[in-house]
């Protein structure tokens, strides 16, 4: 059964840094890239980084680049967002994103974690 764990939330102050993790399962975590997305309230889901599944190519949406850095451990089969510089409108719950093809199957699938919440205010 693939799964995907987020964690690291919370509460942070404008300026502050916080870094969120997402242990992974299920699936061969070396093979597949791995992305962060966030869904801030009353809003719809925003990409926020993607990074390859060998960890050297990494990329990022325009209001998080130069602020966050997408990392990964695939010995740990872990994922990391490390955030800093963080604004009020970085507020939001982040998760943990893979699409990959379960054992046994043909097809591929979206998976999603249980999602962190960060919140941003003084």
């Known amino acids: 059964e693939v799964q995907l764990v987020e964690s690291g939330g919370g509460l942070v102050q404008p300026g502050g840094s916080m870094r969120l993790s997402c242990a992974a399962s299920g699936f061969t975590f070396s093979n597949y890239d791995m992305t962060w997305l966030r869904q801030a309230p009353g809003k719809g889901s925003e990409w926020v980084s993607t990074i390859n599944s060998g960890g050297y190519s990494r990329y990022y949406a325009d209001s998080v680049k130069g602020r966050f850095t997408i990392s990964r451990d695939n010995a740990k089969n872990m994922v990391f967002l490390q955030m800093s510089s963080l604004k009020f409108e970085d507020t939001a719950v982040y998760y943990c994103?893979?699409?990959?093809?379960?054992?046994?199957?043909?097809?591929?699938?979206?998976?999603w974690g249980q999602g962190t919440q960060v919140t941003v205010s003084s």
């Open positions: 994103y893979a699409n990959v093809r379960p054992s046994g199957s043909s097809r591929m699938y979206g998976y």
